[in-house]
Structure formats: structure tokens, C-alpha cells
């Protein structure tokens, strides 16, 4: 079995799905918290995350940028489909989110402004409007059949970062029923609950 170090911040952000799925999985991991920008000229492209994997005959396999190795991670661990086109529906799931992901780190982070604001704001609505949708339709309440697979993971993850960055109500439980149960049901499983508590 692999072994696996995650080299990102003492934080969430950008590893939160990737230490999810590592715990979840009962992969044998940990964290490198890394010195920034000390540690820069070590990553393959100058970001983080990095994820380095160590293979039972010991060799060394290092990846870069999130949703890359969350992808890499999820098909290790059967968290997506066999079939090229159901994993492909999933994935086009995850990359949905990116666009409520990079507007709240970007408003939150670069520019608190208005025009900032809203545009986090409609770009969450969008997704919103549509994960709803896609959640209702399964009775399971998962994104894809009736277990945890990637995106249910990534909506996870990007939920608790929006609600710790900006407490955002469009969140609420009255405006996302579907996404907060999913959320729930996931934050019930220690293994994933857990996986970016840090000592």
C-alpha cells in the first residue's frame, strides 16, 4: 500500500478534499506544513498543494495542483465511477464549484469590495440553483448513487469554506435544503470530519 504526504498550509483551503479522501479512504498519510515562500522552489510548479506518494517498491510520484490530485485520489479509491462518462458527469461537478471557490477566496482574500461581493454572490446563487436540482433528484441525497462519491466530498469542502469565510446566508437551510443535508450526512462521518482538524 502507498504511503502519502500532503505538503500544503495549517489550513483547509486548497487540501481540504484531498485530506478528506485520504482519511476516508484509511490511507496511510500525513501532513508537511510547509514555510512559504521558504519552501517554494521545491514544488513542481511554485503551488501547493503537493501531494508526494511513496509506492510499495519505493518509488517516488509527485503531483501538483488540487483538482488533479483529488481526481488521481478519488479513482485510486473508488470514489468515482468506472465509466469514463459517469466519472466525467462527476468531475464536470467538482469544476462547477470552482467558480463559487475562486470568487469567495478572491473577495475575501484580494478584494473586499462591492463588485467582489456580488460576484461571489450570483455565482453562488448559480450553483445553488443548479446542485439543488441535481441532489433532489436522488433520493439517497448524493450526487451520484447512494454513497459518498467525489463531489459530494467537494461540496464538503467548499461549503465549510464559504460559511467560515463570509457566513454567507445564501447557505442557509432554507435557501440550499438539499446541499445542507448532504453537508450534514458527510460532517457525520468522524473520518472526513476530522481530516483538516489540526493539533
Not at 440553483?129 to 454513497?147: D, M, R, V
Not at 457566513?167 to 442557509?172: C, F
Request: hydrophobic share 35%; glycine share 4%; with cysteine.
Amino acid at each position: 500500500m502507498s504511503s502519502y504526504t500532503v505538503r500544503y498550509f495549517r489550513l483547509s483551503g486548497r487540501a481540504a478534499v484531498i485530506r478528506e479522501i485520504l482519511n476516508y479512504a484509511g490511507a496511510n498519510w500525513e501532513n508537511e506544513f510547509v514555510t512559504w515562500p521558504d519552501d517554494k522552489p521545491t514544488t513542481p510548479y511554485g503551488r501547493l498543494p503537493v501531494l508526494e506518494e511513496t509506492t510499495p517498491s519505493g518509488e517516488k510520484v509527485i503531483l501538483s495542483e488540487s483538482r488533479v490530485i483529488e481526481s488521481y485520489l478519488a479513482k485510486t479509491f473508488n470514489l468515482l465511477p468506472t465509466e469514463p462518462r459517469e466519472t466525467a458527469k462527476l468531475e464536470m461537478l467538482v469544476a462547477q464549484m470552482d467558480d463559487s471557490l475562486n470568487s469567495v477566496i478572491f473577495y475575501s482574500f484580494k478584494s473586499k469590495t462591492e463588485e467582489c461581493k456580488k460576484d461571489f454572490e450570483d455565482k453562488l446563487k448559480f450553483l445553488i440553483s443548479k446542485h439543488e436540482t441535481i441532489l433532489a433528484s436522488n433520493p439517497a441525497g448524493y450526487y451520484h448513487g447512494s454513497s459518498i462519491t467525489y463531489p459530494d466530498l467537494a461540496m464538503y469542502a467548499l461549503y465549510n469554506i464559504i460559511a467560515g469565510l463570509t457566513g454567507s446566508e445564501l447557505l442557509s437551510p432554507e435557501n440550499a435544503p438539499h446541499i445542507n443535508k448532504l453537508v450534514k450526512k458527510v460532517g457525520e462521518i468522524p473520518a472526513i470530519a476530522t481530516a483538516n482538524n489540526f493539533a
